[in-house]
């Protein structure tokens, strides 16, 4: 397991698989993936048995979490409990986050 990551090698390794999230890590207590969505994409993600957090490195667009709405941008911290509806939308520039989940996202 590596205990080091660096952006960059992360989207790149994502963009070869050609999917919109890659995991990286996997330990029990959490898991953690970089996400990425196009600009004008849809995301169609459904609530997750863990609680989320993501972390957006860069683009812009808006995020529903229940009913809360919110634009998120470059540093953008969220926060999605467990169960919980949520998802990007009006993705205004391509949108890539750190999301990490905890315990581990099961499979």
């Avoid at 990551?5 to 992360?10: C, G, K, T, Y």
């Amino acid at each position: 397991m590596s205990h080091l990551f660096h952006v960059d090698d992360l989207v790149l390794a994502r963009a070869k698989e050609n999917k919109s999230y890659l995991e990286f890590l996997r330990v029990p207590a959490m898991s953690a993936g970089v996400y990425v969505l196009p600009r004008g994409g849809t995301d169609s993600q459904k609530p997750h048995r863990e609680d989320e957090m993501y972390y957006v490195i860069r683009g812009r667009a808006h995020m529903q979490i229940g009913s809360e709405s919110a634009e998120v941008r470059p540093g953008s911290i969220l926060y999605v409990a467990a169960e919980m509806e949520h998802r990007f939308y009006d993705i205004e520039d391509e949108l890539e986050a750190l999301v990490f989940f905890a315990p581990a996202e099961k499979e």
